[in-house]
């Protein structure tokens, strides 16, 4: 399958631009897609990765990892006297979709930024949203089912 048809599209976040998008390298990975939304709907930045990998087992972990990866960048860079990892139930979206946001404030500062994986088949989908204010669970449920519908339709 080829990942950019399976990618996030501007109808997809409301007021949103794409900032970068194109082919990229993961390791392993047969194929990758990159898109960059600034912004990106209700977040300052959305940006997606897509990954065609050689197996079902392997697009998994390679989601898993990123997003496990993702949320240890924030508990290293701020520690964890700072940072709040909240799970986001996004079971009804199904193809194996986890999330969560990750909340990071201190020295007069706050941070927050929302990731979710899922994966269908040989395809891993990680998508990261950041944003500058607090992000509602409702949104991030919002997100993972719109690349839930991308991913599916381009699978088809």
Do not use: C, W
Request: charged residues 15%.
């Amino acid at each position: 399958p080829d990942p950019a048809k399976a990618i996030l599209q501007t109808s997809d976040l409301a007021s949103s631009q794409i900032y970068a998008e194109g082919y990229d390298y993961f390791p392993g990975a047969l194929s990758t897609y990159t898109v960059d939304f600034e912004p990106g709907g209700s977040f300052d930045d959305v940006e997606q990765t897509i990954n065609v990998m050689p197996s079902t087992d392997s697009a998994a972990f390679s989601g898993s990892l990123l997003g496990a990866e993702a949320i240890a960048f924030e508990l290293a860079f701020a520690g964890s006297d700072f940072t709040q990892v909240t799970p986001v139930d996004v079971t009804s979206v199904d193809d194996e979709a986890q999330a969560a946001i990750v909340s990071i404030s201190g020295f007069g500062q706050s941070q927050n930024e929302a990731v979710i994986t899922l994966h269908s088949g040989v395809v891993s989908d990680v998508i990261y949203a950041d944003s500058g204010s607090t992000i509602d669970p409702s949104d991030v449920q919002s997100l993972a089912q719109a690349a839930a519908t991308r991913l599916d339709a381009a699978l088809q």
